[in-house]
């Protein structure tokens, strides 16, 4: 099964700040990665797909990039809402994975 | 819009078979492909498994000796079957639609999970 290794597991910030969580995959993947925003008590929402599309209906200040087996989100002015947990998820084989998450929180 | 809403038994005993079940309403159940996916307490998703409006399954082989995922088309629904249960087994447990295109590119719709909870 693929590996997928979120970094950091955990990061401390303030409303404003850009973020970047990273995502190494144990093999090349290609472009098939889904970034996941998790709050508690809630299912996972879709942020981002195929590395680097928009959801629909989710802020222009999320975006993901990277290809093969490093890939990035960034979120670019954080707000209140965006203190979560985020999870990437690899679609390239079966079985699915996803990284360990990472967990956002207010500095 | 789609959405799922997902019930089953919350509390097992060791060695039962867990049981549970996702309607699809707004929308098809043969239209999509459908999977389940666990959270333990805490912790992080682990995927259990796909099947499509067809009957064909792909399941994760850390549970693939347990887990049956079937599809009913008449109920619009979709289950979820996992035998022998011990404590590991104890997490939330959500249904979701896999969005396909050329290919799977996102859980794009998730039910609000059911926790389970194996006790002894």
């Known amino acids: 099964a693929i590996q997928l290794t979120q970094s950091p597991s955990s990061l401390s910030a303030s409303v404003g700040d850009r973020v970047t969580i990273t995502c190494r995959a144990s093999?090349?993947?290609?472009?098939?990665l889904a970034w996941y925003q998790q709050k508690p008590g809630k299912p996972p929402k879709v942020l981002i797909y195929d590395a680097s599309s928009l959801e629909s209906g989710v802020p222009s200040r999320f975006s993901g990039s990277g290809s093969g087996t490093d890939f990035t989100l960034a979120i670019s002015s954080l707000q209140p809402e965006d203190f979560a947990t985020y999870y990437c998820q690899q679609f390239n084989s079966y079985p699915f994975t996803f990284g360990q998450g990472t967990r956002l929180e207010i500095k | 819009q789609v959405q799922l809403q997902q019930w089953g038994a919350g509390l097992l005993k060791p060695s039962e078979t867990l049981s549970l079940t996702c309607a699809v309403y707004?929308?098809?159940?043969?239209?999509?492909?459908w999977s389940w996916i666990r959270q333990p307490p805490g912790k992080g998703l682990e995927w259990i498994g796909e099947i499509n409006h067809s009957g064909s399954t792909h399941y994760n082989p850390s549970l693939k000796s347990r887990v049956t995922i079937s599809v009913d088309t008449s109920k619009n629904q979709f289950s979820l079957k996992l035998s022998s249960v011990t404590a590991a087994d104890t997490a939330v447990y959500y249904c979701a639609s896999l969005r396909f295109l050329e290919w799977f590119d996102a859980f794009d719709i998730w039910g609000p999970g059911t926790m389970v909870t194996v006790y002894s």
């Open positions: 093999q090349g993947i290609s472009s098939a």
């Open positions: 707004g929308g098809s159940v043969s239209d999509y492909y």
